[in-house]
C-alpha cells in the first residue's frame, strides 16, 4: 500500500485552508524568525560568542533566569496551594477569587509594571513597610522576582487544578480503609498524580519569566550588571543601532525557549501518560466504580 | 511460650472515622485557605486597587481631562485600529488552521500545531526583533523599502504585524481541539444534503464552535491590545502617531505624570476585567447540558 499524505476524505476544501494556512504561517511567523538566524550566520562563531559571553549579558542572563528561578519556586508552592483550596474547600469569595487567577493573564504588562512599582516603590503601599526594615522593594533584584511571581501566578495553579478536580475521592477512600493516615494519603496517593501537572506548570510559568519585559521594566530600575534583565539589554543594543549584538542575544534567548518548550512537551506526554493508566484502572480495573 | 503474650500497638483511636483520612484537620484547612487568601489578595487585589486609587487620586475631572488629551486619544485610536486588523485577520486564519488541521488526516499535523504555537514561547521582545530585522532599515528589505518610500519599522504598519505575530495562536489554538473533538459526521451529513464546502462551514461548523471562537477572539483581543514588548520595539515612540495605549502609558509614567499614566491604564484594567468576565461567562455557557461540546481551557494571554 502507497504512503498517503493525506487519508481519504469527502470534505472540501483541504487545499484552500491547508495553502493559506501554511502561506500566512510562512510569512508572519517562519519568514520573520529566519531572519535571526540569517543574520546570525553573519557572524563567525568566536564573534558571536564573544558577544552572549560579554559581563554584561552575563550579568543579565544571571537576574533574568535567577529571578525566574525563584518566582517560579514562589509560584509552585502557592499555586498549590491556591489550586487545592480552589478545588477542595469552600469560603465566601471563592469564585471571586477562581477567575480572578487569570488576571495576570489579561492585564496589559505595561499596566502590572506600573502597578507593581507603585506599590513597592519606598513610599507605596508596601514598599513603605519594607523600607522600614531595610529591604528595597522596587528598583532592585527583589522588585524583579516580585513581578515575575505575579505574571507567572496563573500558570501552576491553572494546571493543577484539572488533575485535582479529576482525582476521584474513592482512591482517597481506599487508602484509608487500608489504614493510611491523612498525611500519607496526600503524599502517597495525591502527590504522584498532582507532581507533572504541577512541573509543567511551573516549567511554563519559568519560560513566560526569562521572555517578560513589560511588568520588569519599570519595577527593576534597569542598571546596567545589576538589575538589567536579558530582554532589556536586547532593546539597549537594538536603540544602539547594534542589530547584530541584539541578534546574537536573541538566539540565546530562542534557544532556551526551545529547550523549554521541549521539556514542556516531554513533561505533558509524562502526565498524559499517568492520567491514561488511571483512566483505565479506573474504569475497569476498580470494583464498584461507575 | 507464654500464653498471654502481649502484643502492643501504636495507639490508635477507638473509634475509625473515613473523614479522618479523607479531610484535613481545621486547623490545617484554616492555615491553608488563610495563606492562599493572603497571597492572591497581594499579589492581585492590590495592584488592582492600587490603579483605580491613583488613577482618581487627583479627582474625577483630572482623571476625564488626561483622557481626552490628544495623545492620549490618538495612542486609543491606534491601540483599536491595531486590534481591529489583527484580531479579524487571526480569526481566519485560526479557521483555516482548524479546518485542515481538525478535519482531516495528514503527515505533518504535529509539526504544523507546534509551528502555530511557535509565537507562544517567544519573548515580545525578540518578536518586534525579527520584524526589525526583515523590515529595518539595516534589515534583510531595508533598502528595498527605502527606495520605495515605504515604512513599516517606526510606523502603524509595522505594529500591526507585531501584533498580528503575538497574538497569532489564540483563534487557531481554541478552534484545533474543538473542531477535532467534535468529528467529521455533522460535516458529512449536511454534504449528502447538498451543502457545498463554504455552506457546511457557517451554518454547520462554526455554529457548533462559537463558544470556542468567541473565547479565542476575546483572548486574542485583550493581548491584541495590551501587547507591550514586541510593539516597543518596532513603534519608534512618536508621541500622537506611533504610540499605542501601553506604549503611552510608559511615555506619561517615565514622565512623572503618575495620575495620567494610571488614567489610561484604569481603561486597559477595565478592559482586563471586561475579558476575565467574559470568559467565566463563556466557561459556563459551554458547561450547560445541551451546549456544544468542549468547554474553553486556560489559555494565557498577557503581553
Not at chain 1, 564573544?50 to 509552585?76: E, K, P, W
Request: proline residues 5%.
Amino acid at each position: 500500500m502507497t504512503i498517503r499524505f493525506k487519508r481519504r476524505s469527502i470534505l472540501p476544501g483541504f487545499g484552500l485552508s491547508l495553502g493559506f494556512t501554511l502561506f500566512y504561517l510562512s510569512l508572519i511567523v517562519l519568514i520573520p524568525l529566519s531572519a535571526v538566524f540569517v543574520k546570525t550566520f553573519s557572524l563567525t562563531w568566536h564573534q558571536f560568542w564573544h558577544i552572549v559571553t560579554a559581563r554584561r549579558a552575563l550579568a543579565s542572563y544571571r537576574l533574568s533566569f535567577g529571578a525566574s528561578a525563584i518566582a517560579t519556586l514562589i509560584n509552585l508552592v502557592f499555586g498549590l496551594n491556591v489550586a487545592w483550596v480552589l478545588v477542595r474547600y469552600q469560603f465566601p469569595g471563592k469564585r471571586l477569587f477562581d477567575s480572578l487567577v487569570d488576571l495576570p493573564f489579561a492585564l496589559p504588562t505595561a499596566v502590572a509594571g506600573i502597578a507593581l512599582t507603585t506599590i513597592y516603590a519606598p513610599n507605596g503601599w508596601i514598599g513603605r513597610f519594607l523600607d522600614k526594615i531595610g529591604i528595597k522593594g522596587a528598583y532592585s533584584p527583589l522588585g524583579v522576582v516580585i513581578a515575575l511571581t505575579f505574571t507567572g501566578l496563573p500558570f501552576v495553579v491553572r494546571t493543577v487544578q484539572p488533575v485535582l478536580e479529576d482525582l476521584d475521592k474513592e482512591m482517597e477512600e481506599a487508602a484509608a480503609s487500608l489504614g493510611a493516615g491523612r498525611w500519607q494519603v496526600v503524599t502517597r496517593v495525591l502527590w504522584p498524580s498532582v507532581l507533572p501537572a504541577a512541573l509543567t506548570g511551573a516549567t511554563m510559568a519559568f519560560a513566560r519569566a526569562v521572555g517578560e519585559y513589560g511588568s520588569v521594566v519599570f519595577i527593576s530600575g534597569n542598571m546596567p550588571m545589576r538589575t538589567e534583565i536579558t530582554p532589556l539589554l536586547i532593546v539597549t543594543k537594538l536603540q544602539q543601532y547594534d542589530y547584530t549584538g541584539a541578534t546574537a542575544i536573541a538566539v540565546v534567548m530562542l534557544v532556551a525557549a526551545f529547550v523549554l518548550l521541549l521539556t514542556i512537551n516531554l513533561l505533558q506526554v509524562w502526565s498524559g501518560h499517568r492520567r491514561k493508566i488511571r483512566a483505565a484502572l479506573e474504569s475497569g480495573a476498580v470494583p464498584g466504580s461507575s | 511460650m507464654a500464653a498471654t503474650a502481649t502484643f502492643t500497638r501504636p495507639k490508635r483511636k477507638a473509634v475509625f472515622r473515613a473523614e479522618d483520612a479523607t479531610t484535613e484537620p481545621r486547623t490545617v484547612r484554616g492555615l491553608l485557605i488563610g495563606s492562599a487568601v493572603l497571597f492572591l489578595g497581594i499579589f492581585l487585589f492590590l495592584p488592582l486597587a492600587v490603579v483605580f486609587t491613583a488613577a482618581f487620586a487627583k479627582g474625577v475631572s483630572l482623571y476625564l481631562a488626561s483622557l481626552r488629551e490628544p495623545d492620549a486619544l490618538a495612542a486609543i485610536r491606534l491601540t483599536l485600529l491595531t486590534a481591529a486588523i489583527a484580531v479579524p485577520l487571526n480569526l481566519v486564519f485560526g479557521v483555516a488552521a482548524a479546518w485542515s488541521i481538525g478535519k482531516f488526516e495528514f503527515l505533518g499535523k504535529s509539526l504544523l500545531i507546534t509551528l502555530i504555537d511557535l509565537p507562544f514561547s517567544v519573548s515580545p521582545v525578540v518578536a518586534g526583533l525579527i520584524y526589525v530585522l526583515c523590515f529595518g532599515l539595516q534589515g534583510l528589505l531595508g533598502p528595498w523599502l527605502a527606495a520605495h518610500n515605504i515604512k513599516i519599522i517606526f510606523a502603524v504598519p509595522g505594529i500591526v504585524l507585531a501584533t498580528i505575530f503575538v497574538t497569532f495562536p489564540f483563534v487557531a489554538r481554541e478552534l484545533i481541539p474543538l473542531f477535532q473533538a467534535q468529528g467529521n459526521e455533522e460535516e458529512e451529513a449536511a454534504l449528502t444534503l447538498g451543502a457545498n464546502g463554504w455552506q457546511t462551514l457557517f451554518r454547520v461548523t462554526l455554529p457548533n464552535a462559537k463558544w470556542g471562537l468567541l473565547y479565542g477572539v476575546i483572548l486574542s483581543n485583550a493581548r491584541a491590545m495590551g501587547e507591550f514588548g514586541a510593539v516597543s520595539v518596532v513603534s519608534g515612540h512618536i508621541r500622537g502617531l506611533t504610540n499605542t495605549m501601553p506604549l503611552h502609558i510608559e511615555i506619561l509614567y517615565n514622565e512623572y505624570h503618575f495620575t495620567a499614566a494610571f488614567a489610561v491604564a484604569s481603561l486597559l484594567t477595565l478592559l482586563a476585567l471586561l475579558t476575565l468576565f467574559l470568559k467565566s461567562f463563556v466557561e459556563w455557557k459551554s458547561r450547560q447540558p445541551g451546549a456544544p461540546k468542549e468547554a474553553a481551557g486556560g489559555k494565557e494571554v498577557a503581553a
